[in-house]
């Protein structure tokens, strides 16, 4: 049996020459302070976003060079596969479905959109990644399927297609696509809790405590979302949230929900601290209130993967603080580029950050 | 060349309101290192002048100006150049109010250009998903005619419209991926069309077409013929598409043909209130008199004196504290080496070490001669060393057109000098012996082919030449270590210090004592009488050292009067001193060794891959699988091989040569002018 060191040393020791070439704080900084959209790309040379500068001067194109960031996050995820031991492989994979699986609801939400609500797509469509994929063949085959049935047959190969078939009609028969967004999403993590049971105990410990961040940060945005429609009941909530062992309990999220309690949600997480900082949040609406706790969590994320990085680097530690850092990383870059474009001032960007 | 630049302490009073004039100028000779007057003097400024002028938030303001036309600058292709800011005049304050608003025209002028890319970027991208359905069922179909059947994604439409409102029509459908197809002739003002579109669009699009009296009618010749033709049609749109593209790139060049000038020397312009700023902040001031202090090489005291005088009209007063006087604070001096710029590689080498200590030898000659001899014995092959040369070249000149630092290369290049003269010596030429050897042939001595007669035999004569080698090497350093001793009037050290005369003399006698063993076929040492004050003088005075320096230190109140377990410090330090000089030079020496060992490798290797070579050629002549082998093995000596002696000859000059000399306690000599890079 082959040991940690020699199934660990040889990825952690690439993955730890890599974490340098990570943006340092202050390149992100110069980028928040940027003027325009154009000079925001300017600190990112050199180093591995350089090729956006070079997207968005040969197109203009803002969306294309989102569309590249989820491209260089997913490949990042694909990349690592070949030198990780099989289990964690696995578990690595069901990650990158787990951004798979956001590229195909964006064509879900493109297809809803173009038939079940007669909205132009044509200045979207394009933007669909083109890249292989790691469950299906043809991202383009569902947007452009002239009915539901077309669409889950588009799918019928891959593990979406018992769910789109099933959830597509009644989504357009509701008129919303969030339901059917949630079981692709239920179905990631049914699979990524499934690829964590087959992880060694310690392996196993680590990812959990990276997946139970995820949960909750899952699990806050849905709330925000949520709450975005107008009068949704609370009893209704928990069908849209992820439960695990030892994330925020779904329970007692959904009971946040409608007592509007954050303080209690933040103490879960962060202990009592974490209530104090949460009656920080002031007097905004929950939604801002919910918002700003998902922002500590990301926070804990990174402070987690940090602290992967310093322990042991023979475990599955390294590559999943690797890909929390760079998927950190890569959303800081698309928020800040964002708020370029939309001209939002550098104060109110870097709340977002 | 010799020692560190000699330096002296400036400090001059002139009115503040020439302080810019002076600051500009003191920028132009480029020679100050400022030193805060309190700083200098020891004193908070505010005690007796009012705080300096710090101006953080204009500086600041002016360097996020300053950073912003970098950017712009850079955004030119080729990248723009920009403007000298000693061409510019830093004496009047910089409207930012205007300049920011430049820059925002600027920034305002390429969104708009990256606004109008990016329309043309969503149409090129709706023409390419119509294309791509369409080739996709070309491919299904075999035959260039579009599909209708009901698997297709494309939806074809077949009739005619006024003539008249097709334009309009094609306008508005350009928000779509679809296309026109139009007969070539009209009847009665109307006009045939085929309209091809995804079929998610077709109800968007037949609604469209409705509002301009569209006539859906049967598929008739002229549909037919539209069908061939739209994939043409595609293509044709997508070029089309991208040759608008490409015109704005050619009007964001345009933007900085424009304006390129004026951004250039806007950065110049910012660069000097930038660089000026910084100067001022350094002096000290009350509102009618500043004081600027300094540190400068004593070459240019006379030009900064003059120009401080000029640019001030001479109303000023000027003070400098000579080479040897210590500063206010009494603080080092900073440290300059001022070497020939072919000697550049090497100055890296020491400052990546340290910076030596003021006043002491500038060691990057030695550096530089010791490290390609160094080179030049493990990588002794003339073949070797020109693929060296070369591979130095091209990257120093690659370097150059770059406007990237060229230390690696120059110091690849003189690597390759080094080791192609030293082949000539050994007469190596890409691991085989093909030249007459100028000194004796490394090839046959490792190979056992010795001619009769010859001088080096064996590989112990080649242990033997290295030995000797390192111990002239670390015989230079002890020199350089007492002239630096005497420089700096440390008799002490210079009298009772293990790297002082004690060290060296015991060296010395131990080399004499070792090859009079080795000359005596390992037989007899030296007589015992000659030994022993040859060995023991030295020896007595090191352990004089810790008494002189508690003598010294109790003369200066340092130290309190001689207690008797002193004694018992003293002998344990003698003890400690001993051992160390005589294991620690003997480690010294023999580490040169490896000069040889990696020397013979080098040999050997490419015997070795000869041999192989010779292996893989039977016919006794040279197969292609032969050459291959040799070619392959060149390539893995060059790059192994020469790593591996760069890394050495660097090993040997800092743990060996330095540290017999080296005091790496010295602080670099950091002037600010408008030549001055900000990292």
Redesign the interface.
Known sequence: MASAISEYGYISAKLKARMSTLLAEERLDQAIRSQSLQEAFLPFRGSYLEALEGRYSATGDLKMVEADLASLEFSAHVALLPYLPKNSAAFVKMKAQGIESELLKSALRLWFDAHARGRPIGDRAGYLYRGKVLGFADLGAVVNAPTAKDASLALKDSPYGTIVEAGLPKAVESGSIFRLEHSLDRLFFQNLFIALASLGAADGEIARRFIAIEVDIYNINNLVRLRSYSGFAADKVGGYLIDFGTAIPAAALAEAYGSEDIAKLAAAVFGAGGEAVAQGFGGADVRARLASLERLLRGLRIAEARKRLAGNPFSIGIPLAYLALLSEQLRDVRTILNAKYFGISEERLRSFL | MMFTVPMEFLSAAILTKDAAAVSDELLRIGSLEAVRFKEASGVPASSSLREGMTASDEADRIR?AR??VE??L??ADPPIKPSDPSLFDSTRAPDMAVIEKT??SV??D??A??????D???QL??M??LG??AESHLRKGVQARLPQG?SS?LAYLTGSMAESEVPRMERELG???AVTIQSPSSMEGRRSLALVC????E??VRGIASRYGWKEGREGESGTAAEKETLKEIEARKEILRLR?GD??KE?ALLFDSRGKELADLWGSLRADELSLRMRSTFSRTDSVSMISGWIPASDRQRVEDGIRKASGGRCYIQWLGVGQAAPDGSDPPVSMKNPGFLAPFQTLVTNFGIPRYGTVDPTPFVAVAYLAMFGLMFGDAGHGLVLVAIGAAWLRKARRGGKGTTLAQLILYCGFSAVLSGLLFGAFFGRPLLPALWFSYHGVVMGDVPPGAAVRSIYDILGITIRFGMAVLAAGFLINWVNLAKARDWRALLFDKTGIPGGWIYGAGAWAAFYFVGHAYKELPPAALMVPLLGIPTVLLGLKEPMDFLEKRRRGKEGPFKAGMAAGFAMEWLVGILEVYSGYLANTLSFMRVAGLGIAHVSLMAAFSQIAAMASPDGGISPAGVAILVLGNVLVIALEGLSAGIQSLRLNYYEFFSKYFNGTGRAYRPISFRSIDT
């Open positions: 996020d950073r912003r950017g712009f850079a955004l820059l925002n920034a305002s390429i969104q250009l990256r606004e109008g890319q990016k043309l970027q969503e991208l709706r390419e998903e791509r359905q009901s994604f928000q779509l991926p995804l079929k998610r669009d109800s968007r593209l704005k790139a964001f």
